[in-house]
């Protein structure tokens, strides 16, 4: 059966339309630009939060105000903080001692945001010294993670600091007047 000359041009026609350059409408284009376009942006903004590790603090100065570093069981001990606030961030603080028979303490995880005008800050904090603590030489160390983007919150991918160890002398309860 020999073709015919419909045929042949049907078979032309489809061969051209396989191998022609697609031909598609300026609109999908642009949408096109647009989706591909967000696509990156998405990717760029999850990889920003991804590398984004530096402390938002800097722990200029941190010392113990108590009277010749000493306080009494079930007295505050009062540290000044003086820092450098660079950005905002949702904090969680956990602090322990070491009270003078070696035994650790921890106090509850305090959660707080530190949002506002940034830059230098200064306060007075500290922990109450528990009533079963044991009098001599103490240490109070702690943590202080910080979550500032929704990546490091979602994942729990926080941003930690250690902070240095403080020395401090426990003391006996004083006798009741």
């Known amino acids: 059966m ?12 489809a061969l ?5 350059p697609r031909q598609i409408p300026i609109h999908h284009r642009v949408l096109d630009f647009f989706y591909w376009i967000g696509i990156m ?5 999850i990889f920003s939060m991804a ?25 505050r001990l009062l540290i000044h903080g003086v820092r450098e606030r660079l950005r905002s961030c949702e904090i969680a603080r956990r602090w322990w001692i070491i009270d003078g ?24 904090i500290g922990p109450y010294i528990p009533l079963d603590a044991m009098p001599g ?3 109070l160390l702690g943590v202080v993670a910080y979550d500032c983007n929704p990546l490091q919150r979602a994942l729990g991918w926080s941003i930690v600091s250690i902070l240095s160890p403080l020395e401090f002398e426990i003391l006996p309860r004083a006798p009741a007047p």
């Open 101 to 124: 028979a070696g035994r650790r303490i921890d106090f509850e995880t305090e959660r707080f945001d530190a949002y506002g005008p940034l830059g230098r800050e200064e306060e007075v």
């Open 16 to 20: 051209a339309l396989s191998h022609a």
């Open 51 to 75: 590398i984004d590790r530096d402390p938002p603090v800097k722990q200029l100065a941190r010392e113990i105000v108590n009277p010749s570093k000493q306080v009494r069981v079930g007295e």
């Open 137 to 139: 030489r103490g240490r």
């Open 41 to 45: 942006a998405a990717f760029g903004w």
């Open 2 to 13: 020999k073709p015919t000359p419909t045929d042949i041009d049907l078979y032309a026609r």
